[in-house]
């Protein structure tokens, strides 16, 4: 057994943890130029700790978007057996696009190094596309969102809706609403 396949100690997942969530926080606001000792300072751990569970930032920017896709994956499912499928539905649609600006630059800066984020995402992506056409059957069929609405319509819309939120003034989530609502049966 080599040290990489043995589980993490309780105090290294916790730092892990710790440095994911302080560097998706200033990567968001402060912009991914920001060095990684400033990361390990901010998560009050000493860079070695952050080389040794991310050995480049490149290992740092994946692992902050794969954690946030299976954040969406968690929420998808949770949401699966809702009681009402159509406001589970929009809800997650709206956390989902939300939570894709968050990880635009993310994915712009692992595809401007060579890497394609979906190939990064991995099981993640294809669990996360199951989970959401899940929602949309279920909250079609319960009347809620169009018959003819298909999971790649879906994409595309999500897509669309974060492109126009980054190129027009006005309102945060306006042009989103509106597009969300043409989803609804």
Known sequence: MTE????LRADARR??????EVAQQVFETEGLA???DEVAKRAGVGIGTVYR??????????AIL?????????DAQALA???????????FVVRMVRNVVGNK?????????????VEVLGSAHTELRA????????????????ADVTGADLKAIIVGIIAAERHVDGEPGRLGSIMIESLRA
């Open 53 to 62: 569970h991310f050995p480049t930032k490149e290992a740092l920017l994946e």
């Open 81 to 91: 057996d809702a009681p009402e499928p159509g406001p589970a539905f929009f809800g």
């Open 4 to 7: 990489t396949d043995r589980p």
């Open 15 to 20: 730092n892990r943890a710790r440095v994911l």
């Open 66 to 74: 794969i954690s946030r896709v299976e954040g969406l994956v968690a």
């Open 131 to 146: 989970a959401q056409d899940h929602l949309l059957a279920r909250a079609q069929q319960a009347g809620a969102v169009r």
């Open 34 to 36: 920001v060095p990684v």
């Open 105 to 117: 630059a993310l994915g712009e800066a692992l595809a401007s190094s060579g890497r394609d984020p």
